[in-house]
């Protein structure tokens, strides 16, 4: 047993608790106690917002129908979603893949966008190459700067044992100025009136679907991914050490699972795909980086993986919707004048609420047993 496995087992790096893992549905008990807790959540989290705005002095009907609605009834709401479904599934993804190891990533904003530069500064500098050259390596490129924004924070937590949320966290401030410098003096654009880039070349861009207001093809490539992503956790040896190490840290260290490596692999995983998300916003939403793209990513990442209870397979459908939930909060506030932040109050109560059931099944079934 090394010396960092020793340090481990002494108990510094395993401070964060494991995730809670629901079991299989086997039987119809089973199955209700695993969807009546979301259910419940999401009514009283309505309740709890429309008193909020009740108390603003709005009709909590009106606002609600907006929330509900705008992405479902015109094609512009649903492709609007789709979009900000992409980014937050990804940042979704960041944070829950090194959950599985036990490890809290909470620097999807800063790999979001360092993955970002990466693309744009490849889409600027590479501009004339055609889009079947272009395109893969502003990707890539998005994908290794996230991951090596990561990578910071997996090696000092593998070397030095610094524990990974301090790191991360502080990590997105750092990338808050690296966009700031890139946007204003390396490649501004001068009359966009706020800190952004220039744009960058169309083979960058990623190709849309259908008719005007069209989807892009990342929408695609984040469906494809989370099949690949719930195949390699659930149906790979190094998938079923990570979980492992997450649920149990001293049974991994005692079967000789290599815990430091594959928490910092988690890391770094997490950090390609935020750098993977913020290159999609370059090549498929923006055309270019700009100040204020992370938006509340970060915060809607950490709701979804939490609320999917570290599922990588409920990830995706919880995602989609916090951005029915996102997407409807600007209309809400246009038809019904209610500030768009009613909403982030709705998604973390359902959190909270989510989290509250846990204790009620637990005293249950500690009252049934």
């Known amino acids: 047993m090394t010396a960092t496995q020793n340090h481990e087992v002494a108990g510094v790096p395993d401070a964060a608790p494991p995730p809670a893992r629901p079991r299989?549905?086997?039987?119809?008990?089973?199955?209700?106690w695993l969807v009546l807790p979301y259910v419940a959540s999401v009514l009283l989290a309505f309740v709890v917002g429309g008193l909020v705005i009740l108390a603003l002095g709005n009709d909590p009907v009106k606002a609600f129908e907006s929330v509900l609605t705008?992405?479902?009834?015109?094609?512009?709401?649903?492709?609007?979603?789709m979009h900000k479904w992409v980014t937050v599934v990804l940042c979704a993804y960041a944070f829950t893949i090194p959950l599985a190891t036990g490890k809290f990533n909470?620097?999807?904003?800063?790999?979001?966008?360092?993955?970002?530069?990466?693309?744009?500064?490849?889409?600027?500098?590479?501009?004339?190459?055609?889009?079947?050259?272009?395109?893969?390596?502003?990707?890539?490129?998005?994908?290794?700067?996230?991951?090596?924004?990561?990578?910071?924070?997996?090696?000092?937590?593998?070397?030095?044992?610094?524990?990974?949320?301090?790191?991360t966290v502080l990590l997105?401030?750092?990338?808050?100025?690296?966009?700031?410098?890139?946007?204003?003096?390396?490649?501004?654009?001068?009359?966009?009136?706020?800190?952004?880039?220039?744009?960058?070349?169309?083979?960058?861009?990623?190709?849309?679907?259908?008719?005007?207001?069209?989807?892009h093809a990342g929408v695609i490539l984040t469906v494809l991914l989370a099949v690949a992503l719930a195949i390699f956790m659930r149906s790979t040896a190094t998938g079923f050490e990570m979980r492992a190490v997450g649920a149990n840290l001293r049974a991994s260290l005692v079967h000789g699972v290599r815990t430091s490596r594959l928490a910092g692999a988690g890391l770094v995983i997490g950090g390609a795909l935020g750098g993977l998300a913020g290159a999609i916003?370059?090549?498929?939403?923006?055309?270019?980086?700009?100040?204020?793209?992370?938006?509340?990513?970060?915060?809607?990442?950490i709701i979804v993986g939490l609320m999917a209870r570290g599922?990588?397979?409920?990830?995706?459908?919880?995602?989609?919707?916090?951005?029915?939930?996102?997407?409807?909060?600007?209309?809400?506030?246009?038809?019904?004048?209610?500030?768009?932040?009613?909403?982030?109050?709705?998604?973390?109560?359902?959190?909270?609420?989510?989290?509250l059931s846990d204790v009620v099944r637990a005293r249950f079934r500690g009252a049934s047993a």
Do not use: C
């Not at 055309?287 to 938006?295: A, D, H, N, T």
């Open 281 to 301: 916003e370059v090549a498929g939403v923006h055309g270019k980086m700009l100040e204020g793209m992370q938006s509340n990513f970060l915060i809607l990442g």
């Open 311 to 355: 599922n990588l397979v409920a990830v995706p459908f919880v995602a989609f919707g916090i951005a029915v939930l996102e997407v409807g909060a600007s209309s809400m506030q246009r038809s019904a004048q209610v500030p768009v932040e009613v909403v982030l109050i709705i998604e973390a109560m359902i959190l909270i609420f989510l989290l």
């Open 70 to 81: 705008t992405s479902f009834k015109t094609q512009f709401g649903f492709v609007e979603t």
């Open 172 to 215: 997105n401030f750092v990338s808050f100025q690296a966009i700031d410098y890139v946007a204003s003096h390396v490649w501004p654009d001068r009359g966009a009136g706020h800190p952004a880039t220039i744009r960058v070349g169309e083979g960058a861009l990623l190709p849309r679907i259908g008719d005007a207001p069209n989807l």
């Open 24 to 32: 299989s549905p086997r039987t119809v008990r089973d199955l209700a």
């Open 106 to 167: 909470i620097g999807a904003e800063g790999q979001l966008l360092m993955g970002a530069t990466g693309a744009v500064a490849v889409g600027i500098l590479l501009s004339d190459l055609p889009m079947i050259v272009l395109l893969p390596l502003v990707l890539v490129a998005g994908i290794l700067a996230g991951a090596v924004w990561a990578g910071v924070s997996a090696f000092l937590l593998v070397r030095f044992g610094v524990n990974e949320i301090l790191s």
